[in-house]
């Protein structure tokens, strides 16, 4: 089940957040303070994945001035990786950029990930830039593009 995040999902969040990022991706992860602002923030939208009674799951989007979605983040518990909620996590977000007529949603993928890029190379993302140097390790980011008919 996808729904939106609540103030109790916090914590959960954080620690998978930790459990995801901490190697690798450290100075990219969401705080505790950032997943709080969250809540009452108009311009972000985070939902949560629920899996056996828990919260497993999110993916967290930033909405730009112009209408385009930025996908800020997706990250499932290492518990309950490799059971397609991270998929439902996506198409979620995809569903949120359709019903709000969202022109484009952008999203960024370190360089080195492939299988990821092949992924989204599938659901019809193109690349439009190389960010050299984005991550703290050194490795670029590449940020795609989807675009949406409104």
């Known amino acids: 089940m996808i729904r939106n ?3 109790e999902d916090i914590d959960t969040l954080t620690a998978i957040e930790k459990a995801c990022f901490e190697a690798g991706y450290a100075d990219k992860m969401m705080s505790r303070e950032d997943f709080a602002k969250a809540l009452g ?4 939208e985070v939902f949560c994945c629920v899996a ?8 967290a989007l930033v909405l730009e001035t112009d209408g385009t979605v930025s996908f800020d983040s ?3 518990s290492p ?9 439902e996590l996506f198409r979620r ?6 019903e709000n007529r969202a022109p484009q949603l952008i999203l960024e993928i370190k360089e080195t990930n492939y299988a990821l890029l ?4 599938r659901y019809g993302y193109k690349c439009f830039h190389i960010e050299q140097g984005f991550y703290a ?14």
């Open 41 to 44: 923030d108009e311009e972000m």
């Open 79 to 87: 518990d309950h990786q490799g059971k397609g909620l991270g998929e």
């Open 93 to 98: 977000v995809e569903q949120y950029c359709e």
């Open 74 to 76: 997706l990250a499932v």
């Open 5 to 7: 995040m609540r103030s």
């Open 52 to 59: 056996d009674g828990v919260v497993a799951g999110y993916a």
């Open 137 to 150: 390790d050194g490795w670029g980011a590449i940020r795609m593009k989807k675009h949406f008919a409104v």
């Open 118 to 121: 092949k992924r989204y190379h």
